[in-house]
């Protein structure tokens, strides 16, 4: 796995210096990305001013997106509700935070089983997206195709006993899916290679890994190198999820050059859109050059 400090050290200064992260708009996603950054600094560099940025992180997440059962997507007026696959990956950043201090992993727990009875329909999936109060799924919002995989590993990497009857249910939802789930969309792709790599004797974490990289190499576009959004859009390309594909793809100990392309590319490339100046992108920029805790090995 890569570990470009350099490039992260000064990528966190300008988005600082520009108003674009830490100390703009708070959205969940980037956030948790950004506390297992942090985490990864620290365990990097030894330096406590990372464990404490981790910490102001979670407190100011806390603050702004924390509701009464679980946290609201983002800041923005438009990102409103709950996201399950957001509140999972938030629950991996605790994990990790916890593993330095253990008072986060508590958190983290309290918060898996009060949002899973929200979300998990037992036998049949989980919501994709609910109310911001958690009441019932958001309008034209159904079920999400990777949702229980998220959950699952987040789960056991909080707990596993503290929390064994929700991995049950999830494990009972994979079980039933696994087998003919394609999935066709970059970001999909990446993050389930990096889920699978956490348990990869595990059936369906071997067939997935096996699809994605199918999926991916057929997505591939060269040159100037990237991975288009889907097989079927391959003038379309997004710089964020392209980072999560090299998340992905690292984590599966696959292809190097083309991580080390895609990151070349995108350095260099602009959208001329918001996503240039999205903390999503550069957070995950930052994520692509240093997974760090990311990863089952560190």
Not at 184 to 204: I, V, Y
Request: aromatic fraction near 14%; hydrophobic fraction near 45%; charge should be negative.
């Amino acid at each position: 796995m890569l570990r470009n400090i350099p490039y992260v050290l000064k990528k966190l200064d300008w988005m600082q210096a520009e108003h674009i992260w830490p100390n703009g708009l708070r959205y969940l996603w980037t956030d948790a990305f950004g506390v297992v950054l942090y985490v990864s600094l620290y365990r990097e560099l030894g330096e406590e001013r990372w464990l404490t940025r981790a910490e102001w992180l979670v407190a100011d997440v806390e603050r702004v997106l924390g509701r009464p059962r679980g946290f609201r997507i983002g800041e923005a007026a438009d990102r409103d509700g709950q996201y399950f696959h957001y509140l999972a990956m938030w629950l991996f950043a605790l994990a990790r935070l916890g593993d330095v201090k253990p008072d986060y992993r508590a958190r983290g727990i309290a918060l898996a089983r009060d949002i899973h009875r929200a979300f998990v329909i037992p036998g049949r999936g989980v919501v994709w997206k609910m109310t911001e109060d958690l009441s019932g799924p958001y309008p034209g919002y159904g079920l999400g195709a990777i949702d229980a995989y998220d959950g699952y590993v987040s789960y056991r990497m909080l707990d596993e006993e503290a929390l064994a009857p929700e991995i049950a249910q999830m494990r009972i939802l994979i079980e039933r899916d696994w087998r003919s789930l394609d999935i066709e969309q970059d970001l999909g792709l990446g993050m389930m290679l990096w889920l699978a790599h956490f348990f990869p004797d595990e059936p369906w974490a071997k067939e997935q890994t096996r699809r994605a990289l199918r999926t991916l190499d057929g997505m591939w576009v060269d040159p100037p190198g990237y991975f288009c959004r889907a097989p079927w859009q391959r003038a379309t390309k997004f710089a964020f999820t392209n980072y999560g594909v090299s998340l992905g793809l690292q984590s599966a100990d696959v292809w190097p050059d083309r991580v080390e392309r895609l990151n070349t590319y995108f350095d260099g490339w602009r959208s001329g859109d918001e996503y240039d100046r999205e903390a999503i992108t550069w957070v995950m920029a930052c994520t692509s050059h240093l997974p760090g805790r990311f990863s089952a090995l560190t």
